[in-house]
């Protein structure tokens, strides 16, 4: 009964997953970052939650290099103890004293031995121990250690890096359980989308994909195959904001309504992406997975990083160039966390790969490939870390992976 209830609860959360939703929060991100840009930190405390605030300097600070007085915005909006935490970590990250540090740190330290500290604030404090340690010290974080709320199983074992078989990646793209009695049965008839990369997000990865009947897509007799980028331009892993998108079981939730902020995300509507959402012993993920895979490390990034708060993660052109051919993902531009496409005129190619993944996915959904069709995109998207190697993922190492 438990797990019915659970089930039916993470259903109603995904049938709000809704692109005015999705362009709701993008918008009030860009509001937020106007307001800090300007110093009106009364204004945004009034109108905006701590994580949006929070967010919005995040992404300032460590993607746009600009600056904001985090001492002054967490004094004005009363920030609780997991946007602290996000406060010390930039400014132990930029060797500065740490705001409100006898208040937050009193009060960690009693909502860790009471058992009250939440899995979130947990996770941000593992995530930053590097720069954190040095102001928390051993108190703290022997006392995490001892009386953690909640097991770090997941979190622990997302970090591990495992080579995929020939026989599990086959299994779980051919064997994927189907999706009739999870979410509501929302997906059953979508699209599976794979897409297969190294662990070193350096180099592109490789999509390829099912159609609503379970069959491969495939364009001029061949497989489809698609090449992407699913790297943090600032270099960081999946469990922090801007990371690496993390591997795992991501939904696919239709496309923006339209395709704004054309010099960042392209000529084309962006497609939504929105984590499984949590239950118990993560069985809503694992019921979207071949069980043979239930016991790997890949898919459990994605579930951290819903926990950490990351959010906002697309699948998108650009309308920037990569002008370093030298680079290891040319001619990819690195994002701040999304799955991103090649696209724009370079000397050997003028690229348009998101229309063309739109196209095919509609193929694949048995529509008609038409602007209005686009908002009726929908499926499951899995991200698998294949191994360690240094070289982009080929179209022919993926094809004979799953097919020869």
């Known amino acids: 009964m438990f797990l019915r209830i659970i089930i039916a609860l993470c259903a109603v959360s995904i049938a709000h997953a809704s692109p005015s939703l999705e362009w709701s929060k993008e918008n009030r991100v860009m509001q937020v970052k106007d307001l800090l840009q300007q110093k009106s930190y009364d204004q945004a405390a009034s109108d905006f939650s701590d994580r949006e605030i929070m967010d919005a300097a995040w992404d300032l600070i460590t993607e746009d290099n600009i600056a904001v007085d985090l001492v002054s915005l967490s004094s004005k909006s009363k920030f609780n103890l997991e946007e602290m935490i996000r406060v010390h970590a930039i400014e132990a990250w930029y060797n500065r004293p740490l705001p409100r540090f006898n208040e937050v740190t009193a ?4 909502e860790i031995r009471a058992g009250t500290l939440s899995r979130r604030a947990q996770y941000l404090m593992l995530n930053h121990k590097d720069d954190l340690f040095k102001y928390y010290g051993d108190e703290i974080y022997m006392a995490l250690e001892e009386k953690g709320r909640f097991d770090l199983f997941d979190y622990n074992r997302a970090k591990e890096a495992q080579n995929i078989s020939k026989e599990q990646a086959r299994a779980l793209f051919w064997n994927a359980p189907d ?4 979410l509501d049965g929302k997906y059953a008839d979508g699209i599976r989308l794979y897409m297969f990369c190294r662990s070193d997000r350096n180099y592109p990865c490789m999509m390829v994909m099912k159609d609503k009947w379970g069959m491969p897509v495939e364009e001029n007799g061949k497989i ?7 790297a943090s331009s600032r270099g960081i892993p999946y469990n922090i904001t801007n990371g690496n998108t993390p591997a795992g079981v991501h939904l696919i939730n239709a496309v923006m309504p339209e395709a704004n902020r054309q010099d960042a995300f392209g000529k084309f509507r962006r497609i939504i992406l929105n984590f499984v959402p949590a239950s118990e012993n993560e069985d809503l993920t694992k019921a979207l997975l071949h069980e043979s895979a239930h016991d790997l ?5 994605a579930n951290v990083a819903r926990d950490v708060g990351r959010d906002l993660l697309r699948i998108h052109g650009t309308g920037r160039i990569n002008g370093d051919p030298t680079s290891a993902h040319y001619p990819f531009r690195k994002t701040s966390g999304c799955v991103s496409k090649r696209e724009g005129t370079y000397p050997e190619a003028t690229y348009i790969d998101q229309r063309k ?12 490939p038409e602007y209005s069709n686009e908002t009726n995109i929908k499926g499951i998207f899995t991200i698998v870390d294949l191994n360690d190697e240094k070289a982009a993922v080929s179209a022919e190492e993926v094809i004979q992976l799953l097919l020869d």
């Open 357 to 368: 993944m739109l196209d095919t996915m509609m193929g694949a959904l048995d529509l008609e």
């Open 107 to 110: 009060n960690l330290l009693l």
């Open 297 to 301: 490390p890949f898919w459990r990034q």
């Open 224 to 230: 489809w195959t698609q090449p992407a980028m699913a």
């Open 179 to 182: 999706a009739t009695d999870v």
